[in-house]
């Protein structure tokens, strides 16, 4: 079993930055692919980004490419969400997860196996 730790979440202005992390426990999670989700109230959960094991294959969702970035430290057992030029649509509860298929970069929730509890980001002036 993998347990999931996001922590990082908080208040930001409109143009603010945020750091996400996705501690890890329980097993190494240096051979899973990673992926961030994000659900805000009343929509679905979505994709956001996802890395394989060695982060030399990454995807972004449209709305965030350019504005955030998704990163690993395998000694760590630890994955980032850097997040920049925030905007109020980026308000929602975020969410990392493990997949146990080593051979496929996940962008469905579908595919992911374990998750964490989330962190809430909320962007607001």
């Known amino acids: 079993q993998v347990q999931l730790v996001e922590s990082g979440g908080g208040l930001v202005q409109p143009g603010g930055s945020l750091r996400l992390s996705c501690a890890a426990s329980?097993?190494?999670?240096?051979?899973?692919?990673m992926g961030w989700f994000r659900q805000a109230p009343g929509k679905e959960r979505e994709f956001v980004a996802a890395l394989n094991w060695s982060g030399s294959r990454i995807d972004y969702s449209d709305s965030v490419k350019g504005r955030f970035t998704i990163s690993r430290d395998n000694a760590k057992n630890t994955v980032y969400l850097q997040m920049s030029n925030l905007a109020p649509e980026d308000t929602a509860v975020y969410y990392c997860?493990?997949?146990?298929?080593?051979?496929?970069?996940?962008?469905?929730?579908?595919?992911?196996?374990?998750w964490g509890q989330g962190t809430q980001v909320t962007v607001s002036s």
């Open positions: 997860a493990a997949a146990e298929d080593l051979g496929v970069l996940p962008t469905s929730q579908y595919e992911y196996d374990y």
């Open positions: 329980g097993r190494t999670i240096s051979r899973f692919p």
